[in-house]
Structure formats: structure tokens, C-alpha cells
């Protein structure tokens, strides 16, 4: 049989490396105009070399592969197969993406299998043609890219969110699409400095974003001690500095507050956790001492679906954890409160998607305890909350006369 053409096209960028303070070698990649070595992707990253005996080459099926000299040890390989007797080729692109071609198609990429870091041009999310759902791992340390404790990815059930975990533990959520953001991060607006595109169709549920400016260095990065950061490169500075970065506060933990609790960082010297309207805390002891895990309850007078229901508007606010929510995008914010009203279980409702207006954005709402919810000083969206006659004519009193008028001409 003759031997099939393989070839591998690399730069500087990508070559074999040791990180500070060990012996092990990996096969990675970095920046090359950056004079801070700034790892963005490793190859074998829980299967070390521990010696120079590594070699990375295309095998006949279009395997990128790294062996031993003697090829009787395999320390990774992109465990792909392409059409046999084919011209297969591996090349670095500029754009940080380590590429198996099968002739001019690609056969496997490296944005499809991030390490710690999300880079412009990624795609974050599912393909749900092959399944292939893209996560961005943290090392285990500094010094060590094995795959670490935490992990970002998107979650699908109810309205697309992203979670930060660590384990199987949620430590931060990014709330959901708002069509212009996520309603959790409040700095993710239209004049941000990336081309942000969230996708959902047949093919795939997906987030992906590009530089305006294509001379600034830019990479989001889950790191070691459990933080998502922005990082941006100062060259006048050699340097990469902080851009954005979560959690910030003690309210972006997740569930914070418990179920049906609000969380606002903004009350100077006042207990962060408060209960939504309508609500009253679960155990006042806890309050008291500054805990607000056990969350709230309905308060004991209330008096749900009987005449007078209504709802109250928070603004500015990460609406509840959809996990559990129900999405309905062929209905407007005014249908979407006359179906949830018309439900007795329904506690809740918000936009799905305000860049298309009150009457096109869709719906989300809740019908089982509401978690993790918390105010912004701006950015977020509206949410409104189910409450009974009394407590939605004590909150109107309270409201701001715009909102009063909203909730007159609504139930008149």
C-alpha cells in the first residue's frame, strides 16, 4: 500500500513546553507577539511527558498523535478517523486553532476541545449534530494543566444559561439570554468591545464572540481558584489586565439567598438577603444571624387566586434560575402575564429576550421555587413577581408612580 501524505505546519506558537517548576513537558499553545508566555491550549494535559522522548505526528487515518520515538506508548491523540489514502495535514491557524485537515475539510479542531481558556472565534455550547458539548476547564494549578476542579459550561434545560462549577457543585450562574447579554452580567452590553452572537437553531445552541478591534489581545480564562476572568493585553504595560471577572460578591454566589430570596449588595451595613415580595424568611433566626441559605416562604396571610392577584416589577434584577422554568417565544410580555395570572402555580414571569420589545420577546416563567436571584445597580431586566391583593396594594404604595400606573392600567 502506498504510504499516505501527512504533513504538520506549525509555528513558535505551538511547540513542546515545560511550565515553572517541573519537569513535565506538554505540547501547547501561546501567543507569539506576547513576551509574557501565555498558554491558551495544552494537548496532553493529564499525560505529561517525563522525558525528550515525544513526538507529535499525523498518523494514516488523519490522527494527530503524540507518541514515544518507538510509538509503543501514546501520550494523546485527537481520536478522529478520516477516509484511508487521504492527504491529512495539521496546521496552526492564526487565530489559535490547532487544525486536522482531510484534503482542504477539517477533520478536527482544537476550539472543539478547549482547555482553561475561551478565545474569539471559539464556539462555546452544543452541537447537537454530533453531541459535542464545548467546556472550558480550569489546571490544577499554576504549574499543572491537568484538567482542575472547576468548570464553565452551558446548560440547556428551561432558557440556556452558563454555570461555573466546581465539581458537581454551582458556584455562579450567568442568568440567561437576554438578547443583548446574559441578565447576570450587567457590563455585557451593546457598546462592549467584542461582536457577541448567540446561536440557537437545529443545529446548535452556541455563544461566540469577536474583537472589534482585531490589534487587542483578548481570552476569557476559568483559573485555579475558581474565577472567570476577561483579560485583556496592555502592551505598554507587558502585562494582561483584568477586564471583568466572577464571581464578584457575596451575591453572585449561587443560591445565596435560598429559594424565593433576593439578593442586594448594594444595602451599606445591611444584611445582603432579602425575601421577594410577597415573602417572609423561612426561619427569622437564621435572618437574624446573617444566613439566608434556608431562603423564605410565602407569607402566612397571603391569600393566592383569589380576586385581586397581580404581580410586582423588580428591575434590574439576574432573574431566577430558568433550569426549572418554562419558555414559550411565540408569546408577548402582555399574553405572558395573562397566562401565568390565569394559573394558579405560576409565580412568576420575565422577557425571554427584550431586544425585541414587550410583544416579541417571548416568555420565560416559573412555577417551582425561584433561586438565585439578585439586583444590579444597572443592567439586568425586569422580573415580575406573583402576589395577592394586599401585597400588591402595599407594594404600590411604595412604587414609584410609573409603576403604579403600569399596575392600573393592567388590572382596571
Same mark, same amino acid.
Given at each position: 500500500?502506498?504510504?499516505?501524505?501527512?504533513?504538520?505546519?506549525?509555528?513558535?506558537?505551538?511547540?513542546?513546553?515545560?511550565?515553572?517548576?517541573?519537569?513535565?513537558?506538554?505540547?501547547?499553545?501561546?501567543?507569539?507577539?506576547?513576551?509574557?508566555?501565555?498558554?491558551?491550549?495544552?494537548?496532553?494535559?493529564?499525560?505529561?511527558?517525563?522525558?525528550?522522548?515525544?513526538?507529535?505526528?499525523?498518523?494514516?487515518?488523519?490522527?494527530?498523535?503524540?507518541?514515544?520515538?518507538?510509538?509503543?506508548?501514546?501520550?494523546?491523540? !485527537?481520536?478522529?478517523?478520516?477516509?484511508?489514502?487521504?492527504?491529512?495535514?495539521?496546521?496552526?491557524?492564526?487565530?489559535?486553532?490547532?487544525?486536522?485537515? @482531510?484534503?482542504?475539510?477539517?477533520?478536527?479542531?482544537?476550539?472543539?476541545?478547549?482547555?482553561?481558556?475561551?478565545?474569539?472565534?471559539?464556539?462555546?455550547?452544543?452541537?447537537?449534530?454530533?453531541?459535542?458539548?464545548?467546556?472550558?476547564?480550569?489546571?490544577?494549578?499554576?504549574?499543572?494543566?491537568?484538567?482542575?476542579?472547576?468548570?464553565?459550561?452551558?446548560?440547556?434545560?428551561?432558557?440556556? @444559561?452558563?454555570?461555573?462549577?466546581?465539581?458537581?457543585?454551582?458556584?455562579?450562574?450567568?442568568?440567561?439570554?437576554?438578547?443583548?447579554?446574559?441578565?447576570?452580567?450587567?457590563? #455585557?452590553?451593546?457598546? %462592549?468591545?467584542?461582536?457577541?452572537?448567540?446561536?440557537?437553531?437545529?443545529?446548535?445552541?452556541?455563544?461566540?464572540?469577536?474583537?472589534?478591534?482585531?490589534?487587542?489581545?483578548?481570552?476569557?480564562?476559568?483559573?485555579?481558584?475558581?474565577?472567570?476572568?476577561?483579560? !485583556?493585553?496592555?502592551?505598554?504595560?507587558?502585562?494582561?489586565?483584568?477586564?471583568?471577572?466572577? *464571581?464578584?460578591? @457575596?451575591?453572585?454566589?449561587?443560591?445565596?439567598?435560598?429559594?424565593?430570596?433576593?439578593?442586594? *449588595?448594594?444595602?451599606?451595613?445591611?444584611?445582603?438577603?432579602?425575601?421577594?415580595?410577597? %415573602?417572609?424568611?423561612?426561619?427569622?433566626?437564621?435572618? %437574624?444571624?446573617?444566613?439566608?441559605?434556608?431562603?423564605?416562604?410565602?407569607?402566612?396571610?397571603?391569600?393566592?387566586?383569589?380576586?385581586?392577584?397581580?404581580?410586582?416589577?423588580?428591575?434590574?434584577?439576574?432573574? *431566577?434560575?430558568?433550569?426549572?422554568?418554562?419558555?414559550? #417565544?411565540?408569546?408577548?410580555?402582555?399574553?405572558?402575564?395573562?397566562?401565568?395570572?390565569?394559573?394558579?402555580?405560576?409565580?412568576? %414571569?420575565?422577557?425571554?429576550?427584550?431586544?425585541?420589545?414587550?410583544?416579541?420577546?417571548?416568555?420565560?416563567?416559573?412555577?417551582?421555587? #425561584?433561586?438565585?436571584?439578585?439586583?444590579?445597580?444597572?443592567?439586568?431586566?425586569?422580573?415580575?413577581?406573583?402576589?395577592?391583593?394586599?401585597?400588591?396594594?402595599?407594594?404600590? #404604595?411604595?412604587?414609584?408612580?410609573?409603576?403604579?400606573?403600569?399596575?392600573?392600567?393592567?388590572?382596571?
Amino acid at each position: 500500500m502506498e504510504e499516505t501524505p501527512a504533513k504538520l505546519i506549525f509555528s513558535e506558537r505551538c511547540r513542546r513546553l515545560s511550565p515553572a517548576n517541573s519537569s513535565n513537558r506538554y505540547v501547547g499553545i501561546w501567543y507569539n507577539k506576547i513576551s509574557d508566555q501565555t498558554v491558551v491550549w495544552v494537548a496532553n494535559r493529564d499525560r505529561p511527558i517525563s522525558n525528550s522522548s515525544g513526538i507529535l505526528s499525523v498518523d494514516e487515518t488523519g490522527n494527530l498523535v503524540l507518541h514515544e520515538k518507538d510509538q509503543s506508548f501514546v501520550f494523546w491523540s !485527537t481520536n478522529v478517523s478520516g477516509v484511508a489514502n487521504n492527504v491529512f495535514s495539521a496546521q496552526l491557524l492564526d487565530s489559535g486553532n490547532l487544525v486536522v485537515f @482531510q484534503g482542504e475539510a477539517y477533520l478536527w479542531q482544537s476550539f472543539d476541545h478547549p482547555s482553561n481558556t475561551f478565545l474569539p472565534g471559539m464556539k462555546f455550547g452544543l452541537d447537537k449534530k454530533t453531541g459535542l458539548n464545548r467546556v472550558v476547564t480550569s489546571w490544577k494549578s499554576s504549574g499543572n494543566p491537568g484538567v482542575g476542579d472547576y468548570s464553565y459550561k452551558m446548560e440547556f434545560v428551561g432558557s440556556t @444559561q452558563l454555570f461555573l462549577y466546581k465539581g458537581m457543585a454551582k458556584i455562579w450562574r450567568t442568568g440567561s439570554w437576554t438578547g443583548h447579554g446574559w441578565s447576570g452580567v450587567p457590563e #455585557m452590553t451593546q457598546n %462592549y468591545i467584542f461582536n457577541v452572537t448567540y446561536i440557537n437553531n437545529n443545529d446548535e445552541v452556541a455563544l461566540v464572540y469577536l474583537i472589534c478591534n482585531s490589534s487587542i489581545f483578548s481570552r476569557l480564562v476559568v483559573n485555579e481558584s475558581g474565577i472567570v476572568e476577561r483579560l !485583556t493585553w496592555h502592551e505598554s504595560d507587558r502585562k494582561w489586565i483584568g477586564f471583568w471577572w466572577a *464571581p464578584k460578591d @457575596q451575591c453572585d454566589g449561587y443560591n445565596h439567598c435560598g429559594p424565593f430570596g433576593l439578593c442586594d *449588595p448594594y444595602t451599606s451595613g445591611i444584611f445582603e438577603c432579602a425575601c421577594l415580595p410577597g %415573602y417572609e424568611p423561612q426561619s427569622p433566626q437564621d435572618w %437574624y444571624l446573617r444566613d439566608g441559605s434556608k431562603g423564605c416562604k410565602r407569607e402566612v396571610r397571603t391569600q393566592m387566586c383569589g380576586v385581586g392577584d397581580g404581580f410586582v416589577e423588580l428591575d434590574h434584577v439576574k432573574v *431566577p434560575d430558568t433550569s426549572t422554568a418554562r419558555v414559550n #417565544m411565540s408569546l408577548g410580555l402582555e399574553a405572558c402575564e395573562e397566562l401565568c395570572l390565569r394559573n394558579c402555580t405560576c409565580l412568576g %414571569y420575565a422577557s425571554a429576550d427584550i431586544s425585541k420589545g414587550v410583544n416579541g420577546g417571548g416568555c420565560i416563567m416559573w412555577y417551582v421555587d #425561584m433561586i438565585d436571584t439578585r439586583t444590579f445597580s444597572d443592567g439586568g431586566q425586569s422580573f415580575y413577581i406573583r402576589v395577592d391583593a394586599t401585597e400588591l396594594g402595599m407594594s404600590s #404604595m411604595l412604587l414609584p408612580r410609573e409603576i403604579q400606573i403600569h399596575f392600573f392600567l393592567t388590572y382596571l
